[in-house]
């Protein structure tokens, strides 16, 4: 019998493994400061060619979600996600938990576009007695598997400068978005569309981990604070610098994610052979077959 079951449901790549087990008796500086966590914001720095970046290190994905937006947002504003969204449908209200309200918006990929985003906001204009709001919460792929184009992006990052909104990416699957065979994105073009986005490294050889990526310099300062607030500050935060170091070397993510998405367009094929029906058309490792 074999188990399609999800990304997450094994360990992590060998490699990590190994990298852990060697550096694992040398001594290192805590909460981030060790030479690999700082070598490994360094690479991604590189790949996404923005030195201005910030980077941090946490351990998973409701995680990353949570501190990005509440440390982002005000007490009087909220955000807009497709109703599909991760932060509306599983992670316990987590960001409701904050005091943050998230404005949800029907789409028929689980993808965002400006028109939907202008028709929010036409309806909070009753100043001040709506929430303002002032993130827009995409993921790439999204919960449906689907992907962002570059066209894509691009209105949506004008859409959202133009009215003073920040846009914020979910990178759970990130890596399988960037290297599926229609994607025309890289690292950089998100690093420079969008105000944060992180790697997902949980769903994509690693053990735990996601590196969030803070391109828009005002929203930079005191990051820390609520990264440490918000009980995300590993004292021993060399497990996520080293396996984010083995993930950045030598396009071993990127390798992982391309990987994952071949071997399930395998299935994807077959099952196509058999005139299945997908609840949506993905070129990601995120399929999902209506089956008898």
């Known amino acids: 019998k074999f188990s399609f079951k999800n990304d997450y449901s094994e360990g992590c790549h060998p490699n990590i493994l190994e990298a852990l087990l060697y550096s694992n008796t040398n001594q ?3 909460y981030g400061e060790d030479e690999y966590s700082l070598k490994a914001k360094d690479l991604i720095k590189k790949t996404i060619n923005n030195q201005e970046a910030d980077v941090y290190f946490v351990s998973g994905e409701t995680q990353a ?3 990005v937006i509440s440390s982002i947002l005000r007490p009087y504003q909220c955000a807009v996600s497709a109703s599909t969204g991760h932060i509306l449908n599983n992670e316990t209200g987590a960001i409701e938990a ?13 993808k965002l576009k400006s028109s939907d985003i202008q ?53 759970a699957r990130l890596g399988h978005a960037i290297t599926s065979e229609i994607s025309d994105l890289s690292l950089e073009d998100i ?28 929203l930079q300062e005191d990051f820390a ?7 995300a500050l ?9 396996q984010f170091l083995e993930l950045m070397k030598n396009d071993l993510y990127f390798d992982l994610a391309k990987h994952a998405n071949e071997q399930a367009m395998k ?5 196509l052979e058999k005139v299945t029906v997908f609840l949506s058309d993905t070129y990601t490792n995120h399929i999902f077959p209506v089956l008898s």
Do not use: W
Request: proline fraction near 2%; aromatic fraction near 6%; glycine fraction near 10%.
């Open 225 to 231: 604070f609520n990264i440490k607030q918000k009980g």
């Open 28 to 30: 290192q500086a805590g």
């Open 234 to 242: 590993l004292a021993k935060g060399r497990l996520l610098g080293v």
């Open 191 to 218: 690093a420079k569309l969008t105000d944060v986005f992180y790697l997902g490294g949980t769903k994509n050889g690693a053990i735990i981990g996601e590196a969030i990526i803070i391109n828009n310099t005002s």
């Open 267 to 271: 299935i994807k094929n077959a099952l």
């Open 98 to 110: 904050t005091g943050h309200k998230i404005l949800s918006i029907e789409t028929e990929d689980g």
């Open 65 to 67: 979600n949570l501190i």
């Open 119 to 171: 028709t929010v906001l036409n309806s909070h204009r009753n100043v001040p007695h709506q929430v303002m709001p002032k993130l827009v919460y995409i993921s790439n792929s999204t919960e449906l598997g689907t992907i962002y184009q570059r066209q894509e992006l691009e209105e949506l990052s004008d859409f959202c400068r133009k009215n003073n909104l920040y846009l914020f990416m979910d990178g």
